[in-house]
């Protein structure tokens, strides 16, 4: 009898273990790699969406900017002037302002909702709306809407971002209040004096009243600079000229509430 031999069997059991061993190795490189591909892309595309929302919010404040500067210089500008803000975007290399399925250039805009028969900016309501918060509550205000778009866009990745911001002019009538001052305003009463009405500076306001005697305001008082007690707006002071008597401004509308000290 002659012995068989196993050595070609078992061969071929070693060759199918390896092929599976590499199988299994190559699909563990082949996951690896799509891993590491994925990160990168994910990484790339946060780093383009982070950089994006940088360059679009450069250009919001940039445009806002240009826009308080162009009513620091005229405080009634032209459809024309607002619009001429457009064409001034800020350059950042990589990025561009586009807006979606349009031009370069048109993802940075400043408009107006309302347009007068000159085509110039024009309020919303011209009768005036009514304030609802700040020092000139329960006034109405000529109130003018600017509306600011930036759509920032990466010009290698995909990155895009969009933001919005709403502008308000508003003119208070000045026939609103009681007393209104382009300049400095002074109330140094004698007697005992009470005012009921709103009161407003654009310049400093000087409260005093003689000793002994009271003023009294029961509206909302504001003042651009300074409200001044220790002396007039000669620069004399009130306490040598017996003024120090008690100035009383009000906590709540149509009450005083409290000294001024």
């Known amino acids: 009898m002659r012995a068989v031999s196993h050595k070609s069997g078992e061969s071929g059991i070693v060759l199918l273990t390896t092929l599976l061993i590499m199988l299994l190795i190559s699909a563990l490189m082949a996951g690896f790699y799509a891993a590491v591909n994925s990160d990168v892309r994910a990484t790339a595309i946060d780093r383009d969406q982070t950089q994006a929302y940088a360059v679009a919010h450069a250009g919001l404040e940039k445009l806002t900017s240009d826009l308080a500067q162009l009513f620091e210089a005229d405080v009634s500008p032209t459809g024309v002037q607002i619009l001429a803000l457009n064409a001034n975007p800020p350059v950042i290399t990589g990025f561009e302002y586009t807006a979606p399925g349009s031009t370069v250039g048109s993802g940075y805009a400043v408009s107006f909702n309302n347009v007068d028969a000159n085509g110039d900016p024009a309020p919303e309501d011209p009768n005036g709306s009514n304030i609802t918060s700040g020092a000139y ?3 109405k205000g000529i109130i003018t809407k600017y509306p600011i778009t930036i759509t920032a866009r990466s010009i290698t990745g995909n990155a895009e971002v969009r933001l919005r911001r709403e502008l308000q002019t508003v003119a208070v009538p000045v026939f609103q209040f009681g007393v209104y001052s382009e300049t400095d305003l002074t109330f140094y009463a004698g ?3 009470g005012f009921g009405g709103r009161v407003h500076t654009n310049g400093n306001l ?10 009294t305001f029961t509206d909302r008082i504001t003042a651009v600079k300074e409200v001044v007690r220790a002396h ?5 002071s009130v306490s040598s000229n017996f003024f120090t008597g ?3 401004i009000p906590t709540a509308i149509g009450s005083p509430g409290r000294n001024l000290k």
């Not at 007039?232 to 004399?236: I, R, V």
């Open 137 to 139: 509550q329960g006034l």
């Open 191 to 193: 007697d005992n004096f």
């Open 206 to 215: 000087f409260l005093s009243n003689l000793y002994g005697n009271t003023l």
């Open 232 to 236: 007039f707006s000669n620069g004399l």
């Open 246 to 248: 008690n100035v009383l």
